[in-house]
């Protein structure tokens, strides 16, 4: 939902992105139009146009002219090269620069992220069970 | 922030407005675009009223000059039959009913909605024929709303319309306020002390204190443009240091900092790594921190994020 913390027009722009990206959105679906995200969320519709407008300078929306706004082929592949650069920069090189300061090698660091994994997987099983 | 298409229809050249021996409005300068949906905000004797009412020719200023689509409103009705104002205590004649106070609406506002405006009172549950004097507050209130709303006229003020209207029957106000600005664009102007639940509404917002505009930005630029930090006070100061300080309150070692300003991503990892935790300031309480008197007996109980205790 909408929080204090950011332009909403940004939040907006990244809910549908969300959607594209776990395949609730599929390429060349058709997107709600910015009246029904404004009513839904309850926010300005200029706000909401905003947000929508973004992602088709993006390229991953386009507007058909009279009928709505569509997911453009090959958005998701887009999101997520950018996803996954975020990724690397919000996660990865902190990883490394804290196991740096620790003196943890590469080798013991891959070793640490399967364990995490494997341990992942176990603890999931025995919620299963 | 203004796009080129955009334009200007009221112009306000300082313009101050005097009672006896107070300042209601003290040269105040600002211009308000087409098309979008205003929050008018401060507190109680800010000035609100007095500006809406100069706005659309209710009073007259001291001095300076005020354009209403290039023209001045008073006395001119080419002006103020594309206006709708809707006051707080708005007054209708005593022996009408809502449905009569509606028909002469219809009269007067050339892009009268009667089917909007029967669906609205069925929203609101309104008694169309009792006549208006036995209504509650809500339900007179809710005559207003109806009348602003279906007016769909091309500049609409809302001055605190909701007295006595409940939670369920405000947020009806605020869904059809978008749904009927989504397909019929015009200029609102809300006023409100109810600032939580009208931000995400408003497109711009004007903040008026002691009769000086204080805030005029887009609601976007102000959403998470000052944070609160909260932690050890020794870690807090060190963290806040050099930043503009908006309030300050402090529990044994605990400290709680309001500051204006953006975090970059580092120094949220910064303020982590600290133990400090940051939380964004509302538009509520940035109000609250900035129409504030620091005085001491008010800082004692800043923590407090209503503007006011309503009447």
Not at chain 1, 52 to 76: H, P, Q, S
Not at chain 1, 90 to 108: D, M, T
Not at chain 2, 242 to 267: F, K, Y
Request: aromatic share 8%; net charge negative.
């Amino acid at each position: 939902m909408i929080d204090e913390s950011r332009p909403i027009f940004m939040q907006i722009a990244e809910l549908i992105e969300n959607d594209i990206v776990d395949g609730a959105l599929a390429e060349e679906a058709q997107v709600p139009s910015t009246n029904e995200f404004a009513a839904f969320y309850r926010i300005n519709p200029a706000t909401a146009a905003k947000g929508v407008n973004r992602l088709v300078d993006e390229g991953i929306l386009y507007k058909k002219r009279g009928i709505g706004m569509f997911v453009a082929t090959g958005a998701r592949a887009l999101l997520l090269d950018r996803r996954r650069e975020e990724f690397f920069r919000q996660y990865v090189q902190p990883l490394a620069r804290e196991a740096r300061k620790l003196g943890i090698g590469k080798e013991q660091l891959a070793q640490m992220l399967s364990r995490s994994e494997t341990g992942t997987e176990t603890s999931e099983r025995s919620v299963a069970q | 922030m203004t796009a080129p298409g955009e334009s200007t229809i009221i112009e306000i050249r300082n313009v101050t407005k005097r009672y006896k021996d107070t300042t209601a409005l003290d040269d105040v300068s600002l211009n308000i675009y087409g098309g979008k949906i205003y929050g008018l905000l401060g507190r109680n004797g800010a000035g609100k009223t007095t500006l809406m009412s100069v706005l659309t020719a209710q009073g007259f200023q001291t001095s300076g000059e005020i354009r209403v689509f290039g023209e001045h409103p008073y006395e001119n009705d080419r002006v103020l039959s594309r206006i709708c104002f809707i006051r707080e205590s708005q007054k209708y004649p005593d022996d009408f009913s809502a449905e009569q106070a509606f028909a002469s609406a219809a009269l007067f506002f050339s892009n009268w909605d009667k089917a909007f405006a029967r669906r609205l009172a069925d929203d609101f549950q309104l008694p169309l024929k009792r006549r208006i004097k036995k209504l509650s507050r809500g339900q007179l209130s809710a005559v207003g709303v109806i009348i602003g709303l279906a007016s769909r006229a091309e500049v609409t003020f809302f001055d605190e319309p909701y007295l006595g209207l409940d939670a369920v029957a405000r947020q009806i106000f605020y869904d059809r306020l978008v749904e009927d600005y989504s397909e019929h664009q015009r200029t609102i102007i809300l006023s409100s002390h109810l600032i939580d639940e009208v931000a995400n509404l408003l497109e711009h917002v004007i903040v008026i204190d002691k009769g000086k505009i204080m805030i005029d930005d887009d609601a976007e630029a102000i959403r998470g443009s000052a944070f609160t930090v909260v932690g050890t006070g020794t870690r807090v100061a060190a963290f806040t240091a050099g930043r503009e300080i908006l309030h300050r309150e402090s529990l044994a070692s605990l400290a709680s900092v309001s500051v204006q300003g953006r975090l970059s991503e580092g120094e949220r990892a910064e303020a982590a790594e600290l133990g400090l935790e940051v939380a964004p300031v509302s538009l509520q309480q940035l109000i609250v921190r900035r129409t504030m008197d620091p005085g001491p007996e008010l800082s004692m109980n800043g923590a407090a994020t209503e503007l006011e205790v309503s009447p």
